[in-house]
């Protein structure tokens, strides 16, 4: 027992450790479709305004902080995204950004004629 209890300290002192039990409070499902993307993550206890969402050209930042809690989750992103029309909406602890395609790299029907 005592090695196990041991394990379990530096398990929980670990940073490494730390940021995957924060990755695990936090699950996302992610889904892609001819239009782009959705990211849907849990953040129970998160508002809109203890969240920050952030882009660049390679990574998608969403940071949440309250008084007692707080996390955040990267992601890599590409130029294949219309970063200015991604859009996120919190409701009922459910953070949802959809992340479209830009006009380029959408499917076309092509029309047989």
Do not use: C, Q, W
């Amino acid at each position: 027992m005592i090695l196990t209890t041991n394990l379990l300290d530096n398990f929980f002192d670990d940073t490494f450790a730390i940021r995957k039990m924060n990755e695990m409070k936090n699950p996302n499902e992610d889904t892609h479709d001819d239009d782009g993307a959705t990211i849907k993550l849990k953040v129970p206890g998160f508002n809109k305004k203890s969240i920050d969402i952030s882009v660049d050209s390679e990574t998608l930042t969403i940071e949440g902080k309250t008084d007692d809690d707080s996390f955040v989750k990267k992601y890599s992103i590409d130029t294949k995204y219309d970063f200015d029309s991604i859009d996120a909406k919190v409701l009922d602890g459910l953070l949802t950004l959809t992340l479209p395609y830009t006009a380029d790299v959408k499917p076309r029907k092509i029309k047989v004629n």
